[in-house]
T-cell receptor, first 118, second 110 residues
Framework: DVKVTQSSRYLVKRTGEKVFLECVQD?????MFWYRQDPGLGLRLIYF???????EKGDIPEGYSVSREKKERFSLILESASTNQTSMYLC?????????????????FGPGTRLTVL | AQRVTQPEKLLSVFKGAPVELKCNYS??????LFWYVQYSRQRLQLLLR??SRESIKGFTADLNKGETSFHLKKPFAQEEDSAMYYC????????????FGQGTRLTINP
């Protein structure tokens, strides 16, 4: 059974603080993702990683960075938190697909971290 | 550009009535389409994908390339179907990135 865990369910930070959100998966998945989930906007991809130390920007990377030093762990970093980063953050992981052969692999999601920036 | 549109933020139907959640997409190639669901206090999870052509929990979805739509349907709604539903698109065959729609909150009234 795939398990994706996130370090906190709820987090309150102040404007300008550096914030770390941690995600760990126990199924040896190569791919890991960070999304933010906002009402009326759905899920938007911030960053994803397809291997250790590899990362690729998603649709809304501004104000965020990521770190993937170990296969099972993917960290999202808010260098200087701002109020517009108040949101629900979801982490996901999946096996790699095979480009050109249509093998999309299901993404497994964590429970989410609700971040409030005051 | 890849885009997924779910025109209804909220949808409310009575138990036993048919349900249709709309999803339209924009993509110039051959997309892969999915429906993800999030029940109350549960994680987001895959419900079904168009390539599988299967029915899950009584739900089906047909990819209509002419209308660029992938609507989710169920003939008889049940209370346990109440949830948040997201339509998602993968633009390159086998690529693992998804573009999600805005989501539709479905409420089934008793």
């Amino acid at each position: 059974d795939v398990k994706v865990t996130q370090s906190s369910r709820y987090l309150v930070k102040r404007t300008g603080e550096k914030v770390f959100l941690e995600c760990v998966q126990d199924m040896d998945h190569e791919n890991m993702f960070w999304y933010r989930q906002d009402p009326g906007l759905g899920l938007r991809l911030i960053y994803f990683s397809y291997d250790v130390k590899m990362k690729e920007k998603g649709d809304i990377p501004e104000g965020y960075s990521v770190s993937r030093e170990k296969k099972e762990r993917f960290s999202l970093i808010l260098e200087s938190a701002s109020t517009n980063q108040t949101s629900m953050y979801l982490c996901a992981s999946s096996l790699p697909g095979t480009l050109g052969r249509g093998t999309y692999n299901e993404q497994f999601f964590g429970p989410g971290t609700r971040l409030t920036v005051l | 550009a890849q885009r997924v549109t779910q025109p209804e933020k909220l949808l409310s139907v009575f138990k036993g009535a048919p349900v249709e959640l709309k999803c339209n997409y924009s993509y110039s190639g051959s997309p892969e389409l999915f429906w993800y669901v999030q029940y109350s206090r549960q994680r987001l999870q895959l419900l079904l994908r168009h390539i599988s052509r299967e029915s899950i929990k009584g739900f089906t979805a047909d990819l209509n390339k002419g209308e660029t739509s992938f609507h989710l349907k169920k003939p008889f709604a049940q209370e346990e179907d109440s949830a948040m539903y997201y339509c998602a698109l993968s633009g390159r065959r086998g690529a693992q990135k998804l573009v999600f729609g805005q989501g539709t909150r479905l409420t089934i009234n008793p």
